[in-house]
C-alpha cells in the first residue's frame, strides 16, 4: 500500500525513483533464509537419514549443498565427504560399541577404501564436476531402486 | 582370494567415495549380493570402510582447497543432533516408509542430476 505522500512523489517521473519499500518486502515474494540456516537445516536431514536407515546422508547432502546452497559442484561434494566422515565415525563408533564388528572380513574394505580414497583426493582435480553430477546422478539411481526393494 | 577381491571392489568404490559420489552403495551391492553377507554386517563395514576412505581423500580436497568450511560446519552440527535423536528413535519404530519416500526420492534427484544442464 503506497502512501499518498509517496505516489505524489512518484507520479510523472518514473525512472530514476525508488518505490518507497523495498522490493524485497513486496508480498509474494520468498524470505530468504540465512546460508546457516540452510547449512544445518541440510546437515539436519542428513543426520535423520543416517540416523533411521543407517545410510543415505550423502546422497542428500550434495544435491541440497548444490541447488539451495549455492555450493559449486564439486566443492558440495568433497564437503559432503568431510561432513559423512564426521557423522560416520559416530554411527561406526556406535555400531562396533554394541555389536562388535568382524575384523577378518571388514579389514580388505578397509585396506581398499584407503587406497580409493586416496587415489579419489589425486584425481579430483582433472576430473570434470559435470560428469561427476551425471556419475552420482546414475549411482543415485542404483540406490533408489535399492531403497524400493 | 576372497580378500583379494574384496579390497579391489574396495578400492574402486573408495575412488567414488573418496568424490563423494556414492560409491558405499555400490560397495553395500557388492557385500550382500556378490558376497552374501548380511545386510546389518554389511551396513556396519560400509560405515568402518567410510573413514580411512574419507581420511585419505580429504587431505587431498584440503590442499586442494575445496572444502568449504562454513557449510562443513553448519552440516555437521544439524547433522550431529538429528543423527542422535534418530539413531534411538530407529530403534523403536519401523523406518520402512520411510525407506520407501527416500528410494522415490532418490530416483527423481538422481534423473535431475544425471541429464542436468552442463551449465546449471
Known amino acids: ?149 | 582370494m576372497n580378500a583379494l577381491w574384496d579390497a579391489l571392489a574396495g578400492t574402486l568404490t573408495g575412488v567414488l567415495s573418496g568424490w563423494g559420489v556414492g560409491g558405499g552403495t555400490l560397495l553395500t551391492v557388492y557385500m550382500v549380493m556378490l558376497r552374501g553377507i548380511a545386510q546389518q554386517t554389511a551396513q556396519g563395514i560400509n560405515l568402518l570402510y567410510f573413514l580411512p576412505c574419507a581420511g585419505g581423500a580429504l587431505t587431498g580436497h584440503i590442499k586442494n582447497k575445496r572444502i568449504d568450511w562454513k557449510a562443513a560446519k553448519f552440516c555437521i552440527l544439524g547433522g550431529l543432533l538429528t543423527g542422535v535423536i534418530c539413531a534411538f528413535l530407529a530403534q523403536k519404530t519401523d523406518a520402512a516408509w520411510l525407506r520407501r519416500l527416500f528410494g522415490v526420492l532418490l530416483l527423481y534427484v538422481g534423473f535431475t542430476e544425471l541429464f542436468h544442464k552442463r551449465d546449471s
Not at chain 1, 568433497?78 to 565415525?89: D, F
Not at chain 1, 589425486?122 to 543415485?140: Q, T
Open chain 1, 1 to 149: 500500500m503506497a502512501s499518498p505522500v509517496a505516489s505524489k512523489t512518484l507520479r510523472g517521473r518514473p525512472t530514476n525513483i525508488k518505490p518507497p519499500f523495498p522490493e524485497k518486502l513486496s508480498p509474494g515474494r520468498v524470505v530468504f533464509l540465512r546460508r546457516e540456516t540452510k547449512f544445518l537445516i541440510t546437515g539436519g536431514l542428513a543426520g535423520v537419514l543416517n540416523g533411521l536407515l543407517g545410510t543415505g546422508g550423502g546422497l542428500a547432502l550434495v544435491p541440497l549443498l548444490i541447488r539451495w546452497g549455492k555450493l559449486d559442484d564439486k566443492t558440495a561434494m568433497s564437503t559432503s565427504v568431510l561432513v559423512i566422515a564426521v557423522l560416520s565415525l559416530l554411527s561406526a563408533g556406535v555400531y562396533v560399541w554394541k555389536g562388535g564388528m568382524n575384523w577378518t572380513l571388514a579389514w580388505p574394505f578397509l585396506v581398499g577404501g584407503l587406497i580409493g580414497g586416496v587415489a579419489a583426493g589425486l584425481l579430483f582435480k582433472k576430473i570434470r564436476g559435470d560428469f561427476l553430477r551425471r556419475l552420482f546422478g546414475a549411482l543415485l539411481l542404483a540406490g533408489g531402486v535399492r531403497m524400493l526393494f
